[in-house]
């Protein structure tokens, strides 16, 4: 059964840096292209940033302006989200999953069973 577990969100006045972290079990991870999304109460859940299998390619949403960099360490089966220079707009719960698709349409949000619990990311003025 394939499994996403996120990490490390947390409390941050704007203007300030958090990384994100994110395992997934039950599949072979460097096989998969990982794709970070979030979702803000009162809103849909929209895609944020995705990676390809090999770490070569990323793409981001225009929201993130260079603010955001995903990485990935397939040696340790780790995806990360290093966020810059947040603002309270980013306050959402943030998930990590496989997408199918690299490139803009790895950011549309997929019809999955393997959703996690979320990483909780509060930004404060």
């Known amino acids: 059964q394939v499994q996403a577990v996120e990490s490390g969100g947390g409390l941050v006045q704007e203007g300030g840096s958090l990384r994100l972290s994110c395992t997934v079990s039950g599949l072979v991870f460097g096989d998969v292209n990982i794709g970070w999304f979030r979702q803000a109460p009162g809103k849909e859940r929209e895609g944020v940033a995705c990676?390809?299998?090999?770490?070569?390619?990323?793409t981001y949403a225009d929201f993130v302006e260079g603010r955001f960099a995903i990485s990935r360490d397939n040696a340790n089966k780790t995806v990360y989200l290093q966020m810059n220079n947040l603002k309270s707009e980013d306050t959402a719960m943030y998930y990590c999953i496989p997408v199918a698709f690299i490139g803009t349409r790895g950011l549309r949000v997929p019809e999955s069973n393997a959703w996690g619990q979320g990483t909780q990311v509060t930004v404060s003025l």
């Open positions: 990676i390809d299998w090999g770490g070569s390619i990323d």
